[in-house]
T-cell receptor, first 113, second 111 residues
């Protein structure tokens, strides 16, 4: 069973607010990922990290930023939320031992008014 | 051309029948392949992983891999209404540790 957590699970916030979505995993995985997914649509990779102090942008352009100061923690920040940021955000982690099998957190549903 | 291709569906299968889901990929050097199931509003969960040519069975699920044809499939025997979900095919790139997800196939099991 995967031990990867995301908070908050649901967030409703006004335009212009700064928000941070939290993701943490207790499996010691070196790689972590953030995906954005609209209802019924495909996953889009927005950020990933291969280890502490390593972050990369994904395939989908995003106005969010990430940091990786500790192995277990990979927060995603939106400096100024907009209605176009309304979506589900999924965090995942993997490691080489499991052939990079990705384990997903429960997701954060974000609604920006 | 997308790197991992799936038919978006919906694929409708009667209860008790075999559901067959297909996926093709473009990176010939890929070595690791995964099938995830995603219920509406939930996060993806791993069903099967397969790394070598042939079949791999786990309960009602069978994954099939043909690297020469760059083709991976998932068979679900004795389909149940609870199998209704979107199934995501994922392939690990040969050049990196990144996994590429297909857009998913929606499966509907009709009673």
């Amino acid at each position: 069973e995967a031990d990867i957590y995301q908070t908050p699970r649901y967030l409703v916030i006004g335009t212009g607010k700064k928000i941070t979505l939290e993701c943490s995993q207790t499996m010691g995985h070196d790689k972590m990922y953030w995906y954005q997914q609209d209802p019924g649509m495909e996953l889009h990779l927005i950020h990933y990290s291969y280890g502490v102090n390593s972050t990369e942008k994904g395939d989908l352009s995003s106005e969010s930023t990430v940091s990786r100061i500790r192995t277990e923690h990979f927060p995603l920040t939106l400096e100024s939320a907009r209605p176009s940021h309304t979506s589900q955000y999924l965090c995942a982690s993997s490691d080489q031992e499991s052939q990079e099998t990705q384990y997903f957190g429960p997701g954060t549903r974000l609604l920006v008014l | 051309q997308k790197e991992v291709e799936q038919n978006s569906g919906p694929l409708s299968v009667p209860e008790g029948a075999i559901a067959s889901l297909n996926c093709t990929y473009s990176d010939r050097g890929s070595q690791s392949f995964f099938w995830y199931r995603q219920y509406s509003g939930k996060s993806p969960e791993l069903i099967m992983s397969i790394y070598s040519n042939g079949d791999k069975e786990d309960g009602r699920f069978t994954a099939q891999l043909n690297k020469a044809s760059q083709y991976v499939s998932l068979l679900i025997r004795d389909s149940q209404p609870s199998d209704s979900a979107t199934y995501l095919c994922a392939v690990r790139e040969s050049s990196a540790s990144k996994i590429i997800f297909g857009s998913g196939t929606r499966l509907s099991i009709r009673p």
